[in-house]
Each structure stands twice: as C-alpha cells, then as structure tokens.
C-alpha cells in the first residue's frame, strides 16, 4: 500500500474494500469537481496588482488569474522536468508530497524526515505569522482591508512601499503553491483514470507525448479555469472555497478511521512508515471537530457570507453523495437494467501506461 501514488485514494481503497470502487468513486468526484487552484491564481492577481500600484478591475484580475493557470498548466505539460524543480522549491504539505509518491527517490526514508519537518517548520512560521498580524490589527480592521492580511500589515507597519515589495513575495508564493497543486493534482486525476473509475479512462490516464500527465492536468484546468471566470467575486466565491474544504475534511475523517481499522485488522503487516496512534487520535478529534463546526450558529447568526452558515457544508455533503449516485448508477442500476455485468481487464497504452478498462459483459443476472 505504501509507497505509492494517489495520496488518500490509496488508503481509502486499502481501509473500504467494500462496496466494491464506492470509496474510490466518492473520491474521484470530490478531487476532480473541488480539486481546483483558482483561489492560488486569484491571490497572484490581487497581489501583482497591488505590487504594481494601481488598482484593477474585476476582469483585469480574471484576466491575470487566467495567464497564471494557463502557464502552469502549458509548464507541466510540455516541460515536466523543469515543472518538477519549480516545485521542488515550493512547499504545500504532507498530502501533496503522497500524491506522487512514485516519483520521489527512496520515498520512505525521504518522508520520514522531510515530512515531519516540514510540517513543523511551516505550522511555527503560520502561528508566528499570525501574532504578528494580530498583534498590528484587529480582525475587524483585517476583515474591512478588502486585501490580504500580510498586505495590510506591512501597509499598517511599514508604509506603502514595504506593502508593495511583500505583494511580490506573496505573489510568488501563491505562484508556487499553483505549481505544486497542480503538479499533484494532475497525477491523483491520472491515478484515479487508471483504475477505471472515470468515463474514457484510457484518455485521461495517457502520459503522451511528452512522459507528463497531459490529460490529468486537463482534467485539473477544466474546472480551475471554469472558477476564475465563471464564479464573480465576493461572497459567491468565497461559498465555493468554502463548499471546497468541507468534502476534503469529510474524506480525511475516513482515512484515519481507516488507519485505526488497518491497524486493528492486520496488526501483524510489516509496514516501512508507522504514524503513532496519539497524532493520529488528535486528527481525528480536529477533523470531527471542522465536520460539526460549520453547523454550529455563529454569533449574530451571520457566517462569513451573506448565505446561510449552514448552507456549504450541505452542499459539500451534496457532492459526496453525487459520487454515490454515480457509483449507484454507473456500478449497480445500469448493469441490473442491462442485464450484464462490469469485468475489469488491464489494458496496456502505447506509452506504457497501464489502465483498468471495465467491459461490458452479458448475460449477468
């Protein structure tokens, strides 16, 4: 199970074997509909914008956010070596780093060490960060800027000019983690392709012509790009990157479930990376924790938008049963109504790529 790609796929196939493809399908819809990165683009415009001096409009921001992903997206594709070290240099936690696990070098050992220091160093930088913002403003002068939190606080502390020579450094770090998003992302779509889950697997799962995951980071810029233009600014965007994070707490919640049930199933398997169960307890209490949260009434009964504080949980709940549908559909009805069955036969694409085709077979009962 472990080293390999995918990220939380790869445990949520191991821990829920059955229904048979549910959890992998459920995941499959919540990655490839809310696996987008158009809130990194739209953060790369304001701050270029705010580092040029000047403001923009509404489409000149779009407009920039739209280059950002395009770039990105023609990087990846046709450069993958140099996509590779650009994100090398870019850091954006320890699930990106199990999305591509088949192409880090000795991956167990390298996790071991890089993750977890990785992850303290930039959970001290993130709570330092955050003192030194709220000790300069408070969250109601923070929340009225209408821009970035860093941004304000240089302009509070430093002046102007401070202001627009951090917008480039923050700009630039939104830029890397659209890098890395998409690097990731792009191959958990591929992974997902291969094991034929998706409609036209062989397509999506192809690394042709140039050995990168064309058709994954298509899949990844589809709906990126579909954000940036489509979803206008204020609270309607602002509901749709909350509606994003809800799905992703609900499948996080299962993986660690899975990992206590794996441990408590096969306690005896050799495994070459071992989370203590104290780390993995606290998880699960956070996670329960971001599940009930968005429920609970908030003071004055307003949320962060003008909709209902309730109303992006529902729907990011919503989507994850879309994925049951699908897998209801696609898995139980149609077969039942057609009277075959599904029969999975690996396929071998000329790049080498081998990909999980299912076939209809008759005569099912």
């Known amino acids: 199970m472990f080293p390999r790609s995918g990220g939380e796929k790869v445990y949520l196939e191991a821990s829920y074997k059955h229904p ?3 959890a992998t399908v459920i995941f499959a819809f919540q990655v490839i509909l809310l696996g987008f990165t158009a809130s990194g683009c739209i953060v790369f415009a304001s701050n270029i914008v705010v580092a040029a001096g000047r403001s923009a409009a509404e489409w000149e921001k779009r407009g920039i956010a739209i280059a950002v992903i395009v770039f990105v997206t023609i990087l990846h594709t046709f450069f993958p070596k140099v996509g590779v070290q650009e994100v090398l240099n870019s850091y954006a936690g320890w699930s990106n780093a199990a999305y591509v696990l088949n192409e880090v070098k000795n991956p167990v050992r390298t996790l071991k060490i890089a993750g977890p220091l990785g992850l303290a160093t930039c959970g001290t930088l993130y ?4 003192v030194s913002y709220f000790s300069a403003a408070t969250p109601e002068e923070l929340s009225a800027s209408g821009i970035t939190v860093a941004s304000y606080f240089m302009l509070k502390v430093f002046g102007s000019a401070a202001q627009r020579a951090l917008s480039v450094l923050v700009a630039i770090s939104a830029l890397g983690n659209v890098m890395t998003v998409t690097f ?3 191959r958990v779509n591929q992974e997902l392709a291969k094991e034929g889950v998706i409609p036209f697997p062989k397509f999506w799962a192809s690394s042709w012509p140039f050995g990168s995951p064309s058709a994954g980071l298509l899949l990844h810029f589809i709906p990126s790009f579909i954000v940036i233009v489509a979803i206008p600014f204020g609270d309607a965007y602002s509901f749709i990157l909350d509606v994003e994070g809800y799905p ?4 996080n919640l299962f993986v660690v479930i899975g990992y206590f049930w794996l441990r408590y199933s096969a306690p005896k398997v050799t495994r070459p990376f071992r989370c203590w169960w104290p780390v993995a307890a606290f998880y699960l209490v956070a996670q329960c924790f971001l599940l009930i949260a968005p429920f609970l009434r908030p003071p004055g009964g307003k949320g962060d938008t003008s909709l209902p504080y309730w109303l992006y949980p529902i729907v990011g709940i919503a989507i994850l049963l879309g994925g049951v549908a699908y897998w209801a559909i696609w898995w139980k009805i149609l077969p039942s109504i057609g009277k075959y069955k599904l029969e999975p036969i690996r396929e071998k694409l000329k790049d080498g790529t081998t990909v999980v ?3 209809k077979v008759k005569g099912a009962e």
């Open 248 to 251: 992703g707490s609900v499948v």
């Open 184 to 186: 990731a992302q792009a």
């Open 127 to 130: 709570i330092l960060a955050n």
């Open 20 to 22: 048979r493809l549910l």
């Open 357 to 359: 085709v299912y076939h």
